[in-house]
């Protein structure tokens, strides 16, 4: 479960998220749909881990994440949009590398077993600078997944990726057990995996709904957002 409370987060000037409070829950997935520059990805990082903050609360399965953000970070994959990778290691360097930082022992088989599931077995141990961006966000995926934590949090998680992955990595989104978010522009990607959806716009919250609710009045999540949202 993720509970977040008058969470703000500023770029300078910039507010990119004013004062949101929601709570997403253990056994759902919840999309986070908006524009660019309407806090989805911001909110993400915040929540991860990657970005700090100074107003507001956020509490990850029961720890905050500002005072045990250790314990926090051990449950939580994160995939960011765009990929953080050192192109001058192979792929399973770079994953082991991450293994130990995390002081995960023996992850070898379970990255084996992910990199079997994406179909990219054949090129854990080929330099990463020559990986293609559908590769390189794989990778990226396997690093988010290895560990496995009882929390996702997937920045635009299809980008890049063949459909045959694609349909692999909705599936496992959807046996997922824990809290599962998903920022993403992909209507159809909310419509097959997510329970919920939030609209973001300029930092804030504007709607929040059941996608089921949501298809027995609009023929699509798409029209939704665009008739909720007037853009």
């Not at 524009?35 to 915040?46: E, M, Q, W």
């Not at 990929?83 to 992850?107: D, Q, T, V």
Request: charged share 20%; proline share 2%; hydrophobic share 40%.
């Amino acid at each position: 479960m993720i509970q977040i409370q008058s969470l703000s987060k500023k770029y300078g000037s910039f507010l990119a998220l004013d004062n949101i409070s929601c709570v997403f829950n253990d056994e759902t997935v919840t999309a986070l749909m908006g524009a660019n520059g309407a806090g989805k990805s911001t909110l993400l990082k915040i929540c991860a881990g990657v970005l700090s903050y100074k107003q507001g609360n956020i509490r990850i399965d029961g720890h905050s994440l500002k005072d045990d953000s250790e314990q926090v970070r051990k449950n939580i994959g994160y995939l960011p949009e765009m990929p953080y990778l050192y192109n001058r290691l192979s792929g399973k360097e770079f994953l082991l590398y991450l293994a130990s930082l995390r002081n995960i022992h023996h992850a070898e088989k379970e990255i084996e077993e992910f990199a079997d599931l994406l179909g990219i077995s054949d090129a854990l141990n080929l330099e990463i600078n020559g990986y293609s961006k559908g590769m390189k966000q794989k990778i990226s995926m396997i690093a988010a997944l290895f560990h496995h934590p009882h929390n996702l949090l997937l920045d635009e998680p299809v980008w890049g990726l063949d459909p045959l992955t694609a349909k692999t990595l909705e599936q496992f989104i959807m046996n997922q057990h824990g809290t599962t978010l998903i920022a993403t522009h992909s209507g159809s990607l909310v419509e097959k995996v997510a329970d919920y959806v939030y609209f973001l716009m300029n930092g804030t919250i504007v709607a929040s709904e059941s996608v089921k609710k949501l298809l027995n009045s609009y023929e699509s999540i798409e029209d939704a957002y665009f008739s909720i949202t007037g853009m």
